[in-house]
């Protein structure tokens, strides 16, 4: 049975940093693609980041882009998602999620979602 939980969420002033993790098992980690996702509030879900199976290989949303990092520690089955100069807007439920079948996966295409770790941004 594949797990991933998620924890390093908090409430956070604006300006400020997170650091949400994942750790993964039940499946080998170094086989999968991982992504993070957040759903805020009346909004659907939607994508954050992509890392692949590597590492070598990262995808940002354009909101994200420049303030956050997705990154893996393949050896702790471990996915990590820094988030620096947090804005009110990024308040959400973030989730990260694995995709075992494709290098480059839709959301549709993750197999495997953690229930989520939320992060609250006040301004």
């Known amino acids: 049975q594949v797990q991933l939980v998620e924890s390093g969420g908090g409430l956070v002033q604006a300006g400020g940093s997170l650091r949400p993790s994942c750790v993964v098992s039940?499946?080998?980690?170094?086989?999968?693609?991982m992504g993070w996702f957040r759903q805020a509030p009346g909004k659907e879900r939607e994508f954050v980041a992509a890392?692949?199976?590597?590492?070598?290989?990262?995808k940002y949303a354009d909101s994200v882009k420049g303030r956050f990092t997705i990154s893996r520690d393949n050896a702790k089955n471990t996915v990590y998602l820094q988030m620096n100069s947090l804005k009110p807007e990024d308040t959400a439920v973030y989730y990260c999620?694995?995709?075992?079948?494709?290098?480059?996966?839709?959301?549709?295409?993750?197999?495997?979602w953690g229930q989520g770790t939320q992060v609250t941004v006040s301004s």
């Open positions: 890392i692949s199976r590597s590492g070598v290989i990262t």
């Open positions: 999620a694995a995709a075992a079948r494709v290098d480059t996966p839709t959301q549709r295409e993750y197999d495997y």
């Open positions: 039940g499946r080998t980690f170094s086989m999968l693609v």
